[in-house]
């Protein structure tokens, strides 16, 4: 298949975009390099760098059969400061794709959702037919987009699958996890172990949970990608799919702080500070639907494997 692949330049679309080219695809790989890094994108993709939201550059690339949209910004705390800039990036950007593509004729559309439409959920695991209730700007991006695609999908413009990621997590030799900047736990505390940051900061000791601290679902970016793959499969069956994409298991932030010192032998400086608020006390997907309809097995998302991947990762980047 030829296969654009927005966000090809950020953690998980390049880690995607590696995995279809050494599938056999034919993978054009767009990022304008707000967030991503060029050394990301896979030796074998066709990189462009451009905004999604340039239709003109999008017509001019060609016929695809198949969109897996990545590029987005990501920082919930941001969006709450930046409301406009999330609306016109993800929203706004994110419509005027699909337009282009619906004129040249794709035919499927695999776009990168969040746990964050689901707010602030108490009953655990968080499945799909849960009410959706965003506590940021970002959320309610991902929602937006998400009920666009599927009056798309309904008017037979486009098939459609949302894939509601949990937290995205590990990393391949190839692909570290690295943001700009960076806010994700894993990343922060093997920050902490390189000697690269002083401390680690906790967030709230005193939530619900068995240790008090805020309870996160960590899925493996490789499992991820393998979940892109067969969701543009399934929407040779599917017309319209939304799906969440997490471990079902959940790992509190203290579980994560001992498995990072564990796999790098560091005793880690960590502060445990006052809750940030909005941070919901857990959040575990339900992830029987995508296993069902994917025919999806995550493999890699122990939070062993997951930390001593993302551990590896790094030290092979030299980012240490
Ligand atoms: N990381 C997670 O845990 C997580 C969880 C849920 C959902 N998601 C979603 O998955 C997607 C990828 O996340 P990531 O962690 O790889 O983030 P990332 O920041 O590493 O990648 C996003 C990429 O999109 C690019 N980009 C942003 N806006 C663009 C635009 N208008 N046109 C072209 N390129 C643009 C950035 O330069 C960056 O390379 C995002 O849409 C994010 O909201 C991520």
Known sequence: MRVLVTGAAGFIGSTTAELMVSSGHEVVALDNLIAGRLENVPSGATFVEGDCGDMDLI????????????????????????????????????????????????????????CAVYGNQIEMPIDETRSIDPLSPYGQSKRMVEEGMAWLAKLGRIRTASLRYFNAAGGTLAHPEQHRPETHLIPLALDVATGQRDHLE??????????????????????LADAHLLAIEALAEHRDITLNLGSAVGSSNRQVVDAVER???????????????GDPAAAIASNAMARDILQWQPHRSELESIVADAWASRLQSGQD
């Open 202 to 223: 906790i967030f709230g000791t005193d939530y619900p949970t068995p240790d008090g601290t805020c309870i996160r679902d960590y899925i493996h970016v490789s499992d």
């Open 263 to 277: 796999v790098t032998g560091v005793d880690l400086d960590v502060r445990y500070v006052e809750r940030r608020p």
């Open 59 to 114: 017509a001019s690339l060609g016929r695809f059969d198949a969109c897996v949209h990545f590029a987005g910004l990501i920082e919930p705390r941001v969006s709450m400061e930046q409301p406009e800039l999330f609306f016109q990036n993800n929203v706004a950007s994110s419509f005027r794709l699909l337009e282009a593509l619906v004129q040249s004729g794709v035919e499927r559309f695999v776009f990168s959702s969040s």
